[in-house]
């Protein structure tokens, strides 16, 4: 792993993608165990984050360039700890749940959750994406199917507890300031000491927190209750991290940061571990999802490599200010059926891949602000 990542922090130096390569570098100095690098390492996020405030256009100067390679080349030098495989963490099979008013019912769903690994969960509201992760948190008993974890062939809710963290939308309230709470949840890990104090300052700046550190509950945006319940949590090194609409309350770049470290933080050498996520942000998700999974009305009706959606044909989304008439006259050849939803264009060939549609699109002078194949895309069955 640690091979990889040096060669992936080079590329984002190399082409100027600094707030990325400092965060994996935090990663690695984290996964090398060594207090000197981590401490190093949160330095050089303290200093970009300083400069970035200061000049928000152009904040990587030529003292941030030299400490960035000097801190590479440490790392390079750095033991790191093997990093374990992509084993099956914790499976669930047939698993139901009914609620007691009977207004709603989750039918039996099955799913395995590897190490390394994430898989996203779509749906529409009301559809049971939330009923199955309190399930698999253990905080909903289930009435039927089953739910194993690896090394626990026998567990209940508290030693399940230990080794799966749930983020709900919603964050429960905490007091105090930000960082004493960081400071206890440590604490009741077992992290103590000089070790707690670095760790939870690790956390703060890995996570952009460190500017808020002093804050309560009422001075954070919902936005960075969801970076501080996550930071919370990975100080106790859960196994399995399930998050429900983590992007629900992130702008534009923060979703696109959260999913990137999570990317990351599944394969860590260190914590290696696995991420189940709910959202209604398809697309994100899609790129940031090892697997996806669709529920609809209590059903998986779609899951990656259990699911042969490709059958329904190769679908383009397409927005362009040209008519529905247009578009199909310009794909006559390719026999292709035009639909409209109101926003977007859905053009499906049952022969054509996408890039053959584009491309009779384009030579017929068809404009396209914006396209997308969505072949393989649970978008297609909503």
Same mark, same amino acid.
């Given at each position: ?206 996570? /952009? ?5 002093? #804050? ?9 209750? !969801? @970076?501080? &319940? $996550? %930071? ?72 990656? /490599? ?5 059958? #329904? ?9 040209? !008519? @529905?008439? &247009? $578009? %199909? ?54």
């Amino acid at each position: 792993m640690s091979h990889t990542a040096l060669s992936e922090i080079d590329v984002f130096l190399r082409h100027g993608d600094h707030p990325l390569a400092v965060r994996r570098m935090m990663d690695l100095a984290l996964d090398s165990k060594q207090r000197e690098l981590m401490l190093r390492a949160m330095q050089l996020s303290s200093r970009f984050r300083i400069a970035r405030n200061a000049n928000p256009v152009n904040p990587w100067n030529e003292d941030l360039a030299q400490e960035s390679r000097t801190l590479l080349h440490e790392l390079s030098k750095a033991t790191y700890p093997a990093a374990p495989g992509d084993s099956l963490l914790m499976q669930a099979h047939g698993v139901s749940k009914t609620y007691s008013s009977g207004a709603f019912s989750m039918k039996p769903t099955s799913l395995d959750l590897y190490a390394g690994q994430i898989l996203g969960v779509v749906g529409e509201n009301g559809n049971g994406k939330t009923t199955l992760l309190r399930c698999l948190a253990g905080q909903l008993a289930i009435d039927s199917g089953k739910i194993s974890f690896a090394g626990l062939p026998d567990h209940d809710f508290y030693t399940l507890k230990n080794r799966v963290a749930f983020i709900p939308q919603r964050i429960p309230r905490w007091y105090g300031r930000l960082k004493d709470n960081l400071h206890f949840s440590a604490a009741i890990s077992g992290v103590k000491g000089e070790e707690n104090d670095l760790m939870v300052g690790f956390m703060l700046e890995r996570f /952009g927190l460190a500017g808020f550190a002093e #804050l309560t509950w009422n001075q954070i945006s919902s936005g960075y209750r !969801t @970076r501080f &319940e $996550i %930071a919370r949590v990975l100080l106790q090194q859960p196994r399995v991290l399930i998050l429900d609409e983590p992007l629900a309350n992130l702008d534009i770049h923060a979703q696109q940061t959260l999913l990137s470290d999570l990317r990351f933080l599944v394969k860590s050498a260190v914590n290696r571990m696995t991420v189940l996520l709910t959202s209604q942000q398809l697309h994100e998700v899609e790129k940031a999802a090892d697997s996806v999974m669709l529920i609809r009305q209590g059903q998986c009706i779609y899951q990656t /490599g259990k699911t042969d959606v490709r059958s #329904l044909g190769f679908a383009l989304e397409l927005e362009t200010p040209a !008519t @529905r008439e &247009e $578009i %199909a006259q310009a794909l006559t050849v390719l026999e292709a059926q035009v639909h409209f939803n109101g926003g977007f264009f859905t053009v499906v060939s049952h022969q054509h891949p996408v890039q053959e549609m584009i491309k009779q699109l384009v030579i017929a002078g068809i404009p396209i602000s914006y396209c997308r194949d969505i072949s393989l895309s649970t978008k297609r069955l909503f």
